[in-house]
């Protein structure tokens, strides 16, 4: 049996036994689906600008079309991309499970669409944006706009994501700090565990005693339970966990 076999069978074990499972999911979770990490090199234009630049509040006051251009090219790439297996994955582990969390980094929308619900977004959501005049929310607003108005007052929208230097939505962090204080397993997956606050939950979980996978392209398997770690693709090794799941049901 392949270290990567015995790590799964041993989280599925976990898994089966579990209580309350709470997932965090970064950017690598919608590689598979095409859309870039929000640290691989940015492409075309957006090669000669930082990322934590153009997604920040000064960033924004210096150049709002060009955040905006930002914004609207990735809100567009993550229409036109599928949920992958990786997403899937955790939609048939939450039926699987008493009670499943899943909070995310990412603001492209694909766990929702693969029909994962009450997804906690510690970081907002391309699909919406905010007045900048009065904070409220709308889910449309002309595309074709490269610096769009607030459709009730005419003052400028900005998306409604959370910048660098900004403080996260209040409810969303409660429910994930709550969430990751409560559950005995929590799975990191897909990101580089840079970001705060996002960063400390899974050290959070491992300090209540929680069973812990850390599962990204840049970490090696190994086991030392109870925190594993498995070097792989999101996409083909959350299902093979999930299925390893089912057989335990069955
Ligand atoms: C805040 C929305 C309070 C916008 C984003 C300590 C405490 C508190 C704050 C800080 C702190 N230290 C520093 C800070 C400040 C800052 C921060 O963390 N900076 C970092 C850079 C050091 N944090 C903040 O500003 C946060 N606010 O804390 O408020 C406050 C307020 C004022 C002053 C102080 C404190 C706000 C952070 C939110 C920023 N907004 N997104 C947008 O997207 O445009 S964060 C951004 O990074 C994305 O949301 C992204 O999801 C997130 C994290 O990145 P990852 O998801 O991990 O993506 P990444 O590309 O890095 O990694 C992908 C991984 O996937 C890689 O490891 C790769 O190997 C792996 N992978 C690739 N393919 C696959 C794969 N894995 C598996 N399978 C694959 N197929």
Not at 96 to 110: A, F, H, S, W
Not at 143 to 156: I, K, M, S, T, V
Not at 160 to 185: K, M, R, S
Request: hydrophobic share 45%.
């Amino acid at each position: 049996m392949s270290d990567l076999d015995e790590v799964i069978t041993a989280l599925a074990h976990h898994l089966h036994a579990a209580q309350h499972v709470t997932v965090l999911t970064g950017a690598g979770i919608s590689a598979e689906s095409g859309i870039p990490t929000f640290r691989d090199a940015q492409t075309g234009l957006w090669s000669q600008f930082d990322p934590e630049e153009l997604a920040s509040p000064a960033g924004f006051a210096r150049n709002p079309g060009l955040v905006w251009r930002w914004y609207a090219e990735r809100r567009i790439k993550a229409c036109a991309a599928q949920p992958n297996p990786a997403h899937y994955a955790l939609v048939d582990l939450a039926k699987m499970v008493p009670k499943l969390t899943l909070i995310t980094q990412n603001i492209d929308g694909l766990h929702q669409r693969a029909g994962s619900q009450d997804v906690i977004e510690l970081h907002g959501s391309l699909h919406r944006a905010r007045c900048m005049a009065d904070g409220t929310v709308h889910t449309t607003w002309d595309y074709d706009e490269e610096l769009p108005q607030c459709p009730d007052c005419g003052a400028l929208l900005r998306p409604d994501v959370v910048w660098f230097g900004e403080y996260l939505p209040v409810a969303a962090l409660e429910a994930a700090y709550t969430a990751t204080l409560d559950c005995d397993v929590f799975f990191s997956i897909g990101t580089s565990g840079v970001v705060e606050p996002a960063a400390s939950l899974p050290r959070i979980a491992l300090s209540r005693g929680a069973t812990v996978l850390i599962l990204n392209l840049e970490q090696t398997t190994a086991a030392r339970p109870p925190l594993f770690t498995i070097h792989g693709k999101a996409g083909e090794v959350l299902p093979r966990l999930v299925s390893t799941v089912r057989r335990l049901r069955a």
